[in-house]
T-cell receptor, first 112, second 111 residues
């Protein structure tokens, strides 16, 4: 596609519910990144894929967070047993190589 | 603690004024990028600087990478209301690796 597509745009989850956030990167982009952005803050790194390989997951805040990219294209970020502190915008970005990221519009998750 | 410190955090100015946003770190980066983010959208890449001392211009925006590749600045000349947004700097240790973002500078330009 022309850009990075994320779905859903908005998600309201009850505390304890599991959620799955989808990212469809630009076709051919090897690298895919997930970031978490709290209100009024800069994005914070969660995890990074190169093709289907998850090369860095050091930013995932707990073992409730899990990401996958099984075929090296679409990626899913899953959060189990959501808690209020998980409320944030989750951004996905892809990159072919080098320095420029293209971000999606994000998924705004609200845990109530 | 932010690895990249941006200042100021907030800036409200009148149309036509000039401004500078700073991005500082104690770490060396292989490249530094500037993004602009509008509400409800993801950050959009403005520029990438790679070489220490490098200066890039994008219309009324001037970006500079420090000689030691630890800091950067963004200068806007004759700001316009359309410049309003969240400006983010982000550093990369190696090409293709993850970016570390600063906390952002929220700019409001009043007509």
């Amino acid at each position: 596609g022309a850009g990075v597509s994320q779905s859903p745009r908005y998600k309201v989850a009850k505390r304890g519910q599991d959620v799955a956030l989808r990212c469809d990167p630009i076709s051919g982009h090897v690298s895919l990144f997930w970031y978490q952005q709290a209100l009024g803050q800069g994005p914070e790194f969660l995890t990074y894929f190169q093709n289907e390989a998850q090369l860095d997951k050091s930013g995932l805040p707990s073992d409730r967070f899990f990401a996958e990219r099984p075929e090296g294209s679409v990626s899913t970020l899953k959060i189990q047993r959501t808690q209020q502190e998980d409320s944030a915008v989750y951004l996905c970005a892809s990159s072919w190589e080098g320095y420029g990221y293209t971000f999606g519009s994000g998924t705004r998750l609200t845990v109530v | 603690t932010q690895l990249l410190e941006q200042s100021p955090q907030f800036l409200s100015i009148q149309e036509g004024e000039n401004l500078t946003v700073y991005c500082n770190s104690s770490s060396v980066f292989s490249s530094l990028q500037w993004y602009r983010q509008e509400p409800g959208e993801g950050p959009v890449l403005l520029v990438t600087v790679v070489t220490g001392g490098e200066v890039k211009k994008l219309k009324r925006l001037t970006f500079q990478f420090g000689d030691a590749r630890k800091d950067s600045s963004l200068h806007i000349t004759a700001a316009q209301p359309g410049d309003t947004g969240l400006y983010l700097c982000a550093g990369a240790r190696n090409a293709g690796n993850m970016l570390t973002f600063g906390g952002g500078t929220r700019l409001m330009v009043k007509p």
